[in-house]
């Protein structure tokens, strides 16, 4: 079995054991709990080495990036999935391309690299700014829209009043800011000042990404499909809550056990593949 309490204070007793890397502070968001893991793990060295990206697989990391970046804005996505593709869509989704592009061109985002930064996980080495600024803004699109949708589900569930437009229009902006006041404190996983505890970190991003995007499609799906005259009532809005929030709690256990791609913790050896 093995017991893992959080990316920087890690405590592995297993048949491979080895020292812990994760002996650095900690800080209070990545360190907010301890977690006893007996799922499976991944070991560092029985990965493949990749000392360079190719071609094929740095592009197929740029959609992921346009699709962070387009949803910062959160009141304009907001117009879109309620009226549709705007001008105001149009340009901001260029002024993304072309950021992004030109990032990309110069290997300016994650797995946009030519080469992966980072092949010993324990390694103690700066995490980049540019991986920083990425992965903050990824947060925010987890966690934001993740949470404005859960509050107005909850909200319409025991009033009946749909207020999920004013939760974007004036909850959304001060959320956003204080989730990258975190990541630019590094108080974030995989936005901290150093890549050691990239090997535990990792699990608790992708986790979070298996979660909310799971529940968010199947909450669109709810939007599109459920008849009018129901989906405007509070049982509608009380449908919609057990399916998104049964989706967040269900996918969030699994991720928590390890059990979907890339929530395994990568424990110490040779290298790994970012």
Known sequence: MDAICNPLDTIVSHERRTASPFDAPGTPLKNFLCMRYSGRVEYADA???????????????WPIWIWVFFLAPGPLTFSLFASGFSVANSIWLAVVLCGTGIAGYFGQMPGVEPAPYILRFDEDKPNPLYRKVCYSFAWNAVLNFALLNLAGLVIASLTGVWTMKQLYQYAYLPLCLVILALGAAGLLPRVGRSTRGEGVERRYFYGSVWAAVTAQTLLLVLWKTMPPALAQTRTGSAIKLIVYGGALATMGIAAWGGKLPRTRPILPGEVMID
């Open 47 to 61: 990965r493949k080495i990749r000392t360079r990206n190719k071609r094929y697989y740095r592009l197929l990391h």
